[in-house]
């Protein structure tokens, strides 16, 4: 969170000014850069209508948690208010939501979804919004799990009349979600002091602020459950926007034979994938034909394994990206194509019939292929040559066969612990931003290690999987990989550094001495001890990271060095251009330093690549936590 007192403190320190200069500058220190002035001038004008709520209704001692952080996850409630319950004494939450809307009006085709004159596109209605962060925060909070009946959720639109937003009152409301508007704030005092009492509240924000921390909801350990019984994710705010504009297209489709084309885009742990199986379990629990669809061998294998382990049917949904080759157009209602950037060309290659080489984009293919194709990608995880899916591509092919389009952009983070300024510390790093790599400095979510031998990683590691948490190493792909073990032999170990040996995780589909598959490297307890690369990395995430940074990449003078004939990647030919080879050898490790949820442990082949690591991390001691 960015700042906690008590409400009547609150109101102190907005009638001076102090407390937005205080936001400011633990903004700036969180997220690594400056709040917008917008951002800003919500605070002024929202939390001191809340402030005073509270002080009107009695409650000065409850105690104000603002911006406050979700768990493992890079968004924020605007506020949580936290007390003692008035008739039984216990903790109370009200998490809420503010907004500063005087006008709004549900969306034609989905009240949880609205319109707002300031807005292009429809955002998620409030109420939903806030009881998303309910709901988000009882399965990631300790304090809460235990005792949901604890929390309530409110949007408070102090700006608002009936007038103005009305309509927004379809939306269904329970505990987690009541909306509450400025033109009636005695029925918002009322429901605060039903909630909350007038006895401090630091006790029971002491108690939230330590709730033990779950760990993530692994993608693939409750991939199963979500696809065959129940939904397991809960989606937030531009994800359930997401969600929904591909369910509306879906009855659009069913209602009137339309074709239309749905594309989400968003940065590492944005959720896509989350949002990819959230969407075939609702569409199948519909008896919807839908399919999932991806390039990576390893995701579509670790799916079908753990969501197909009982009913052949589920295996069934997860295709590749070639399969829809001679698909009748249209035999789909849904066709959801995960990791949509992997896409190729075309889908012939040297195995392909010769009848089935047609020579149409493999693009219009999967389009063709359903009423409403989804594409979810993320425009800076190209690792290949040959890989293409970006927005305007889709827009382009869309265009040419002429089908509406919508796309949604996903802005919040699930990966690295939800940590922004992670995320923003790699990408000026390798150089994929603008501006420089700058002085990491640990904001509390994500933990950056650096190691000054593979030794003192993989001890580590190992280490923590003690503690049961998941840890994998992988590296650059710098070291030759033997695909052919004899059977009965265990895996070389190709991976040399120094005095260090260790295997690259298996070729192929089979397992070899305990070693699992290729595909399940990433999910399989066993993969420890075996080095992963980035096509057995990417679209995964464990606990703990560790990184080598081989030889293909090293730190010269004031800049990075690309070096192609360090690498050993088959797909690099002499045809791909220097400028290509350098920005796939950075995308793969931006893919790479991207895979821990807790922390990454970092080490670099190259002794100069390691000094400045440290001076980047502020690093003196070997192997120190920064």
């Keep these: 969170m960015l700042f906690r007192d008590s409400a009547a403190a609150v109101a102190a320190e907005c009638l001076s000014g102090v407390l937005f200069f205080r936001l400011t500058e633990q903004f700036t220190h969180v997220h690594g850069h400056r709040p917008s002035p917008s951002e800003v001038r919500s605070w002024e004008r929202s939390i001191p209508a809340l402030a005073s709520a509270l002080n009107d209704a009695g409650l000065g001692q409850v105690e104000m948690l603002l911006e406050y952080g979700l768990p493992l996850n890079s968004k924020r409630a605007d506020a949580v208010l936290a007390g003692v319950h008035p008739k039984t004494g216990v903790p109370s939450y009200i998490v809420v939501e503010l907004k500063q809307w005087s006008s709004a009006e549900p969306d034609d085709d989905d009240p949880s979804l609205c319109r707002i004159p300031e807005y292009p596109r429809a955002v998620l209605n409030p109420v939903d919004q806030v009881r998303g962060y309910c709901e988000y925060l009882i399965s990631f909070n300790g304090a809460l799990a235990a005792n949901p009946e604890r929390v309530s959720g409110a949007a408070y639109l102090h700006n608002a009349t009936q007038f103005g937003v009305g309509g927004l009152f379809e939306a269904e409301q329970d505990q987690y979600g009541q909306l509450f508007i400025g033109a009636r704030r005695g029925e918002f005092i009322d429901f605060l002091r039903t909630r909350l009492g007038a006895g401090s509240g630091a006790s029971a924000a002491d108690e939230l602020v330590n709730g033990r921390i779950g760990p993530s909801k692994q993608l693939m350990a409750v991939a199963a459950q979500e696809v065959r019984e129940r939904e397991q994710f809960v989606l937030l705010d531009d994800q359930q926007v997401a969600y929904r504009k591909v369910l509306n297209a879906v009855r659009r489709a069913k209602q009137s034979n339309h074709k239309e084309i749905v594309v989400v885009t968003g940065g590492p742990g944005t959720g896509k994938s989350v949002i990819a199986l959230s969407l075939l379990g609702e569409l199948y629990r519909q008896g919807i034909t839908a399919l999932h669809a991806t390039g990576s ?163 580590f590691l190992d280490e923590r999987r003690s503690r049961k948490y998941s840890a994998r190493m992988s590296a650059g792909y710098c070291w030759k990989w033997t695909k052919k073990v004899p059977p009965g032999q265990a895996l070389p170990a190709d991976v040399v550094i120094g005095d260090w040996e260790r295997p690259w995780n298996v070729f192929g589909d089979r397992a070899v001495g305990g070693a699992p598959p290729a595909a399940l490297w990433a999910t399989d307890p066993a993969g420890f001890g075996q080095v992963g690369c980035v096509y057995t990395a990417q679209g995964f995430e464990y606990d703990w990271s560790g990184v080598v940074i081989g030889p293909d990449l090293v730190w010269r003078d004031d800049r990075w060095v690309t070096d192609r004939t360090a690498s050993k990647d088959p797909v690099f030919k002499k045809s791909t251009p220097d400028a290509d080879v350098d920005r796939l050898i950075r995308n793969t490790y931006k893919v790479l330093l991207t895979r821990g949820m807790i922390g990454t442990v970092v080490y670099s082949t190259d002794a100069e690549t390691r000094a400045r690591l440290r001076e980047l991390t502020g690093t003196t001691s070997s192997f120190a936590a920064v």
């Design 297 to 459: 061998s390893s995701f579509t294998t670790t799916m079908r394994k753990v969501a197909g382990a009982r009913k052949r049917e589920v295996k069934d949904l997860f295709k590749y990206f070639n399969s829809f080759m001679t698909a009748e157009p249209n035999s789909l209602d849904v066709l959801i194509c995960d990791e949509a950037h992997r896409m190729r060309e075309t889908s012939a290659n040297r195995y392909t019939a010769a009848a089935n080489r047609t020579g149409r984009a493999q693009i219009e293919e999967l389009i063709d292929a359903a009423y409403v194709p989804v594409f979810l990608l993320d425009e800076h995880q190209v690792v290949r040559p040959g890989e293409m899916g970006t927005v305007s591509e889709i827009e382009a092919a869309a265009t040419k066969m002429g089908l509406a389009c919508q796309v949604v952009s996903l802005d919040s983070q699930f990966r690295c612990g939800g940590s922004d300024a992670y995320l923003r510390w790699v990408v000026r790093l390798l150089g994929l931003e603008a501006g420089g790599p700058v002085t990491w400095e640990p904001d509390g979510r994500m933990q950056l290690m650096l190691a000054e031998s593979p030794e003192e990683m993989e001890a």
